[in-house]
């Protein structure tokens, strides 16, 4: 994990040397290992200043195409950050971060969709609604698996937000059973969840 964090301290002091635009293209037309790099050091420049980035919405959302998992996962979590700034433009990457929710082979990408959608449908009643039927399907498909308390930290976070009446609703009755009969972690944050939308 440090490793991680280290990489992308070093990749933010790299920024200088490489632009933005630079960086942007080559999530286009990089190889698999400089796209990588690439999405790591868009994602440490949106962690800094999200800012920077709102204006590069068509390409960050054309790289969750991308057959590599962590240019996918580093790249939702770039636009994660772009929705506290800018999210009406983030809703281009709804269709790719669904297909990363359900990717089936990396537990990070999966976790950063799930990141992802729980901060845009957050920001307001319309895109709770928009965003809750694949963040229920991903509580129920993800339930005990090893990244699913890092989701419902994620899932927390959305329970604070700006939701309609029925989702908040759906919400306290999906996590009402973890609420009742979980144990650690998962009762506190489910009885978290509750409380939030009640």
């Not at 790719?96 to 082979?105: I, N, S």
């Not at 009755?173 to 998962?186: I, K």
């Amino acid at each position: 994990m440090s490793g991680k964090t280290q990489s992308k301290e070093e990749s933010s002091e790299n920024n200088s040397e490489k632009g933005l635009d630079e960086l942007i293209e080559t999530l286009a037309q990089g190889s698999r290992r400089e796209r990588q790099q690439a999405a790591a050091e868009i994602a440490a420049i949106a962690k800094e200043d999200a800012q920077q980035l709102a204006g590069s919405i068509a390409p960050l959302v054309d790289a969750l195409n991308r057959p590599e998992a962590q240019t996918r996962w580093e790249i939702l979590d770039a636009l994660t950050e772009i929705v506290v700034v800018d999210a009406r433009p983030c809703e281009k990457a709804l269709p790719g971060a669904e297909t990363a929710l359900f990717d089936e082979d990396s537990g990070p990408v999966r976790l950063a969709a799930m990141r992802f959608l729980c901060r845009y449908g957050s920001t307001t009643e319309n895109r709770s609604e928009k965003t809750w039927p694949l963040i229920d399907e991903a509580i129920q498909c993800y339930h005990g698996d090893l990244e699913f308390q890092d989701m419902l930290v994620a899932v927390v976070e959305f329970s604070g937000g700006k939701l309609s009446k029925s989702v908040k609703e759906a919400l306290k009755e999906r996590m009402s059973f973890d609420a009742v009969n979980g144990r650690g972690s998962l009762k506190k944050r489910a009885a978290q969840i509750i409380e939030n939308v009640s």
